[in-house]
């Protein structure tokens, strides 16, 4: 006696199949969720949204005809040229210390991995307006730079004071600040890269810097871009911190202009909006190189 569930085979007409109920699912109502709270949050939103713009626009505290009157006036656009500067400046220097930092932290020196372990640590731990100051009075504990034998006669040397003037010590101070920042974001993105990978390489017979430029760098930008994108605008805006040092970039000319004429919040305005312009380009920039470095990997 056999025990199972099966049906019985019709040996002259095989196993028999149940025909499909077509008409079952025909005969059901289909009745989409509903979703009454995000319908509530969207109109609170909405509601939100509708009068702030209505007040930009009938507030006359806006001043938005000061607002287009300064926009675009030369002394702004000089200052936003000196802003760009100070980010194109820092951002090279930074990250091309950073590059350095990083490999010494993953090179198998203890020493050298040691020396930038305190490097990073050291500047990410101070504020960055204190390094600011510290070499814009740099000036104040060396009176000059002198270049020769370490611990012996110099050949030649330069006056500090002549030297490192207000901008030259704004972009060495964003600099190294950023340079701590960026031996780890470049270092992270060299961790992610499959070790397995290089050691393949290596068996292939592959020399050490083709292996670096080929193999490590197309995949570590990947990780790398992101956060470098995140850091250089970061980095862009916090430019106006040099202010304190009474460096004409954007921030610090905006508020020459509002002590004069008492234009307070349309300049900030001006120097908001510019701020908000800038970044979206380099947000864009950002999206074109991340797709450029994504080829082969995106599916």
């Known amino acids: 006696m056999s025990l199972t569930s099966d049906p019985p085979i019709d040996k002259a007409t095989g196993p028999h199949v149940a025909p499909p109920a077509a008409d079952d699912h025909d005969a059901l109502t289909v009745v989409p969720v509903r979703h009454p709270w995000r319908w509530v949050a969207v109109a609170a939103t909405a509601v939100v949204l509708a009068q702030f713009l209505h007040g930009l626009v009938t507030n006359p505290g806006w001043e938005w005809d000061v ?40 090179s198998a020196s203890p020493f050298l991995g040691a ?11 101070i504020p960055l307006i204190v390094q600011l100051l510290f070499w814009f009075n740099l000036a104040y504990l060396y009176k000059e730079l002198q270049f020769g034998i370490p611990f012996g006669p110099g050949f030649f040397s330069f006056d500090t004071m002549n030297l490192v003037g207000a901008m030259s010590a704004a972009v060495l101070g ?53 956060n470098a994108a995140n850091e250089i605008i970061s980095l862009f805006k916090g430019t106006s911190i040099v202010s304190v040092m009474a460096i004409g970039e954007l921030f610090y000319q905006v508020q020459v202009v509002y002590g004069r004429n008492g234009r307070v919040v349309p300049l900030l305005m001006v120097a908001t909006v510019w701020y908000i312009l800038l970044t979206t380009v380099l947000s864009v920039l950002q999206h074109y190189v991340e797709r450029h470095y994504a080829k082969g990997a995106a599916r």
Do not use: C, N
């Not at 020396?115 to 731990?125: G, K, L, N, T």
């Open 67 to 106: 607002f287009a009157r300064f926009f675009t006036a030369e002394t702004i656009l000089k200052a936003v040229w000196v802003t760009l500067q100070l980010t194109l400046y820092s951002t090279v220097l930074g990250f091309a210390l950073g590059i350095v930092l990083a490999f010494m932290r993953l």
């Open 115 to 125: 020396v930038a372990h305190a490097y990073i640590w050291a500047f990410r731990s």
């Open 174 to 226: 964003l600099a190294l600040h950023q340079a701590a920042y960026a031996a780890e974001i470049v270092r992270g993105g060299v961790l992610a890269v499959d070790g397995g990978q290089l050691e393949a390489a290596a068996a292939l017979g592959i020399p050490r810097h083709r292996q670096l430029r080929r193999i490590v760098l197309p995949q570590a930008m990947r990780s790398i871009l992101p």
